[in-house]
């Protein structure tokens, strides 16, 4: 079964410090995908980044990079110099063929991520 | 604003109640989400229309609960005889089907208080 752990429910951070969001996923596929979304208070869920199963290249964007290791099954998000604007929750998601042909997100239960000046 | 939009944005209602929502997605999308989101969790998947087809309903999905998307353009879903363990946010994400593991985009959602 599919099924994304994010262990770290709550981090708090002092601005301009770096922060790592773990993320764990569990697929029986071998073509999955994987994404980070971010939760601000307003409640909007926003897209973040996309990485499929057969693309292991980690990526930098800005302040935020992206590690992935099936290796591991981890696919962890890191913030650079945090802000106070990064506060939200953050949710780790996948889809596979199981998640009904690609068409349904598995998230994981969320890191709240609060940013003090 | 091209985002997706849900309409309200709030409701409370008496236990018993019927209610309805309405997700305006992107235009140019033809795949509609429905989740649910409580508090403390990451959002569970409803339901997904693919044009005006409704082609998968998650278990969570009871009887009292129906959704359609009339034409492929707006959805609507609706609750009948609202339950206390109704109460959740209601989030609407869209996408284009171009490719498999397309990323949704999801609207602001619905939060819904069965009083």
């Known amino acids: 079964a599919q099924k994304v752990t994010q262990a770290q429910t709550e981090i708090s951070v002092v601005e301009k410090e770096d922060v790592t969001l773990d993320c764990v996923y569990e697929t029986r596929d071998t073509t999955y995908y994987l994404f980070w979304y971010k939760q601000p208070p307003s409640g909007e869920l926003v897209f973040l980044i996309r990485?499929?199963?057969?693309?292991?290249q980690n990526e930098i964007s800005g302040r935020y990079s992206w590690n992935f290791q099936k290796s591991t099954s981890s696919f962890n998000f890191t913030i650079t110099a945090s802000q106070v604007v990064d506060s939200a929750v953050y949710f780790c998601a996948l889809s596979d063929s199981f998640s009904g042909g690609y068409n349904k997100l598995i998230f994981g239960a969320g890191t709240r991520l609060a940013v003090h000046p | 604003d091209t985002g997706v939009s849900q309409d309200p944005r709030h409701k409370i209602t008496k236990r018993g109640q019927n209610v309805t929502f309405r997700c305006d997605p992107i235009s140019e999308h033809n795949r509609l989400y429905w989740y649910r989101q409580t508090l403390g969790q990451g959002p569970e998947f409803l339901t997904y229309f693919q044009n005006e087809a409704q082609l998968e309903k998650s278990r969570l999905l009871s009887d009292r609960f129906s959704a359609e998307r009339p034409k492929g353009s707006f959805s609507t879903l609706e609750i009948q005889r609202t339950e206390q363990g109704d109460s959740a946010m209601y989030l609407c994400?869209?996408?284009?089907?171009?490719?498999?593991?397309?990323?949704?985009?999801f609207g602001q959602g619905t939060r819904l208080t069965v009083v």
């Open positions: 994400a869209s996408s284009l089907a171009r490719d498999r593991g397309a990323e949704a985009f």
């Open positions: 990485r499929n199963s057969f693309d292991e």
